[in-house]
C-alpha cells in the first residue's frame, strides 16, 4: 500500500462507503482522465461506465471546460448573489437555462449540489403555501426507491432505506408511495396501464387519507436513477399528474439525473410529458467540471413568493456558493458543447446499441430483468428467473459482477440487486459495444464460478 492511500486511510472519511471495509482494503486513486476513459495511480485504465456519478456527461478531458474555468478564475473568481448582487455568467446561465426549460419557467435559483436544489424546493414549497395562506400544506410525498440527495430533507424525501436507518429519518413531513417498478411491484396478469392506475389511485387514496391541505407537494424523477434506472410503465405519469392538479399538490420534476441528454431527450420531462411547478437539475449541467445545481421555478410560484418576501422584508433562504461565476462559466460552456457537439443524435446513435445489447443479456441465467433509456441501464440480478427470487446479500453477487468488470476495465455500478450503467454521452458505438462484452464475460464469470 504506497503512502496516499495510507493517508486517504488514515484522514479521509468517505460518503457511501463501509469505513471497516475501506480501513482494510484503501482507496483506488484516480490520477487523470481521457475521454470516457480514467487511469489510476499504477497506470491502469478504465471505461468510466458510471460517467462518475451520473455526472461527467463530457468525460474526463475536456479541454473547453478548463479554459472557461480559466478564464472566469482570472476575470473575476468569486462574486455572492446575496442582496441583489450577481455576475454577468449567472445571468447568462439563468436565461439560457429559461430558454431550455421542458415547460414555462420563470426564474432560476443555484446551488452547488443536486441535494442542496431539493432542500430548496422543500424549503419553497413551504413558503409558497404559507404565502398563499396555506400553511398547512407542508408534507411533500416521494417514492419509494426514489433518490433525491443526502441532506437531513432530501435523504427524508429518498425512498431507500440505508440514506435513513441509523440518521433518524425520514422527516414526519415526508410520505412515500410505491415505486413504479413493473417487474417487482406489478401483480400476476397486470397490464402496465393497470399497474399505473393503481398506482395513480395509491397516491390519491393516501392523499385523501391524509387531506389534501396538508399534501404540498410530489416529488419525482422521471427515470428513478440510484433506485435502480427504473423507468416508469404506460401512462404512469400522465395518471399521477391528473391526480395532483386534482388536489392542487405541486408537481417537482428531479432531473439532477435525467436532464442534459442522458435519457435521450434533453430532459426526461420531454420523454414522459411531464409538466412540473419546479425543476432540479445538476450533474450534466457542467458535466460536473464544476459543483453547480439549479432550481427553476414557474411563474406563478415566483409572483406569490416574490410578494411574500416583500411581506417580510426580505427572503430567508441562500448559499455562500450559490451562482458562483467559475461554475456557471463553466456550466455555460457546456451547455454551448452539448449543441456544437450535437450530443443528442449522438446519443440517438449509441443508445439503441446500449439498449439493444442490455436485453439481450436478459436471457442470462443471473439476469431476472433488463431495463433502461437513452445512455442509462440496468440489469437486475436473481437466483430464480422464474420466482424473481433474489440472490442472498450475503452472496454479493452483483458486487461480484462489478469487480470482475473492473479486472476488464470497465467500472459500472452495483446498486442492491441491480447493476447499472450510464457512460459519459461522449462514448463511442466501439465503446459501447466494449462495456457490453465486459459484461457479459463478467456475468458468465460469476456464474461459473456460483455454479461450482
Not at 457546456?334 to 439481450?360: C, F, W
Amino acid at each position: 500500500m504506497n503512502s496516499l492511500s495510507r493517508l486517504d486511510i488514515a484522514h479521509h472519511l468517505h460518503p457511501q462507503t463501509n469505513l471497516r471495509h475501506h480501513e482494510e482494503k484503501g482507496p483506488l486513486i484516480i490520477e487523470s482522465g481521457d475521454g470516457p476513459w480514467v487511469v489510476d495511480a499504477d497506470g491502469n485504465r478504465y471505461f468510466e461506465g458510471m460517467s462518475g456519478l451520473w455526472c461527467a456527461s463530457l468525460g474526463f478531458s475536456e479541454r473547453r471546460l478548463a479554459e472557461a474555468a480559466y478564464r472566469q478564475m482570472l476575470k473575476l473568481p468569486y462574486q455572492q448573489t446575496f442582496a441583489h448582487r450577481s455576475s454577468g455568467p449567472v445571468i447568462e446561465l439563468a436565461t439560457r437555462l429559461l430558454d431550455l426549460a421542458p415547460a414555462p419557467m420563470s426564474k432560476v435559483m443555484f446551488q452547488s449540489s443536486g441535494s442542496e436544489a431539493i432542500d430548496t424546493a422543500i424549503k419553497l414549497v413551504w413558503y409558497y403555501q404559507a404565502a398563499r395562506g396555506r400553511p398547512g400544506k407542508r408534507r411533500i410525498i416521494g417514492r419509494r426507491r426514489g433518490y433525491h440527495g443526502t441532506t437531513v430533507a432530501a435523504a427524508s424525501l429518498t425512498g431507500l432505506p440505508n440514506m435513513q436507518t441509523g440518521w433518524g429519518l425520514p422527516l414526519p413531513e415526508m410520505l412515500h408511495v410505491t415505486c413504479p417498478h413493473f417487474y417487482r411491484e406489478g401483480r400476476e396478469g397486470e397490464t402496465q396501464e393497470a399497474f399505473s392506475a393503481r398506482l395513480a389511485d395509491e397516491l390519491e387514496q393516501l392523499i385523501l387519507k391524509e387531506g389534501a391541505d396538508t399534501i404540498g407537494a410530489f416529488v419525482a424523477e422521471p427515470v428513478m436513477g440510484t433506485g435502480g434506472v427504473i423507468v416508469p410503465p404506460a401512462g404512469y405519469f400522465d395518471k399521477v399528474q391528473a391526480v395532483l392538479r386534482r388536489h392542487d399538490i405541486l408537481f417537482v420534476v428531479d432531473e439532477v439525473i435525467c436532464g442534459f441528454g442522458r435519457t435521450g431527450h434533453y430532459w426526461g420531462s420531454q420523454a414522459f410529458g411531464l409538466e412540473p411547478d419546479m425543476l432540479t437539475c445538476a450533474k450534466g449541467l457542467s458535466s460536473a467540471y464544476q459543483p453547480i445545481s439549479a432550481l427553476l421555478v414557474n411563474e406563478t410560484l415566483y409572483q406569490t413568493i416574490a410578494s411574500q418576501t416583500d411581506a417580510l422584508g426580505g427572503f430567508g433562504h441562500g448559499f455562500t456558493y450559490g451562482g458562483h461565476p467559475v461554475a456557471a462559466a463553466v456550466a455555460l460552456e457546456t451547455l454551448a458543447l452539448y449543441d456544437e457537439y450535437r450530443i443528442l443524435e449522438r446519443v440517438g446513435t449509441t443508445a439503441p446499441i446500449l439498449q439493444a445489447g442490455l436485453r439481450r443479456l436478459a436471457d442470462h441465467p443471473l439476469v431476472g430483468e433488463a431495463r433502461g433509456i437513452g445512455l442509462m441501464g440496468a440489469l437486475e440480478l436473481v437466483a430464480d428467473k422464474r420466482t424473481r427470487a433474489p440472490f442472498d446479500p450475503a452472496l454479493q453477487i452483483p458486487q461480484r459482477v462489478s469487480d470482475a468488470l473492473v479486472r476488464r476495465g470497465v467500472m459500472l455500478r452495483a446498486l442492491g440487486n441491480s447493476i447499472l450503467c450510464a457512460p459519459p454521452l461522449i462514448s463511442s458505438t466501439d465503446d459501447v459495444e466494449m462495456l457490453l462484452s465486459a459484461l457479459s464475460e463478467s456475468l458468465d464469470e460469476v456464474a461459473t464460478a456460483h455454479v461450482r
